[in-house]
């Protein structure tokens, strides 16, 4: 059991540039997740998937979002036109997902975005 | 709908002192409710959970929480604080069964300091 891990851990980006979060899950954990975290705040829910079924997506997430887990694998955030706005430490967290009931979810250590 | 509440952003106590950071819940649904913690530009750890089978958790590290349903309180305490314990806390609820959504619904965070 390695953790959830992200790449990258910082990125920095000009406004109007696309930027693309990975996140690879605990290993056999069926659920994954994605958050975001501005500063002073606790994260906030963007969107979640059951295997590659993304289940439900916050409004957070506007049209310039995209997030994708093709294999039931690993997962990735597509950004585009960044604006400064989407400076914030997005987070990805994974659950195993088998039960009726919510199981607990593990988190990455994150990706902070920097937008200039 | 679910939302937290964390009385006091920042808690500062000695060492040696006595730990206890609040947190009010709401929520429609049988709730599950966790206590995370964050140190500096990392992710978040989990502390302890509420998932109905004991009022009473106990966590990592010595700290424990104790859900008070006619209270909608689940406050976090540790009988001794140590250096080592500085560092951001979040509480957060999410529904107890799948079918009403996976998402942690989270507080904005207290940030603990120990002085020595």
């Known amino acids: 059991d390695t953790g959830v891990s992200q790449d990258p851990r910082h990125k920095i980006t000009k406004r109007g540039q696309n930027v693309t979060f990975r996140c690879d899950p605990i290993?056999?954990?069926?659920?994954l997740y994605w958050y975001r975290q501005t500063l002073g705040q606790g994260p906030e829910f963007l969107t979640y998937f059951q295997n590659e079924a993304q289940l439900e997506k916050s409004r957070l997430l506007s049209d310039r979002f995209s997030a994708e887990r093709p294999k039931g694998s690993f997962s990735t955030l597509e950004i585009q036109r960044t604006e400064q706005g989407d400076s914030a430490m997005y987070l990805c967290?994974?659950?195993?997902?088998?039960?009726?009931?919510?199981?607990?979810?593990?988190f990455g250590p994150g990706t902070r975005l920097t937008v200039l | 709908a679910q939302s937290v509440t964390q009385l006091g952003s920042h808690v500062s106590v000695s060492e040696g002192a006595l730990v206890l950071l609040r947190c009010n819940y709401s929520s429609s649904v049988p709730p599950y409710l966790f206590w995370y913690v964050q140190y500096p530009n990392q992710g978040l750890q989990l502390l302890l959970k509420?998932?109905?089978?004991?009022?009473l958790v106990k966590g990592i590290n010595g700290f424990e929480a104790e859900f008070k349903k006619s209270e909608t309180s689940f406050h976090l305490t540790k009988p001794s604080a140590h250096m080592s314990d500085a560092a951001e806390y979040f509480c957060a609820v999410t529904a107890r069964f799948a079918e009403y959504g996976n998402k942690l619904v989270f507080g904005a965070g207290t940030i603990l300091r120990v002085k020595s």
């Open positions: 290993s056999e954990h069926n659920r």
């Open positions: 967290a994974s659950s195993l997902g088998i039960s009726t009931t919510t199981d607990t979810q593990y």
């Open positions: 509420y998932t109905s089978a004991a009022t």
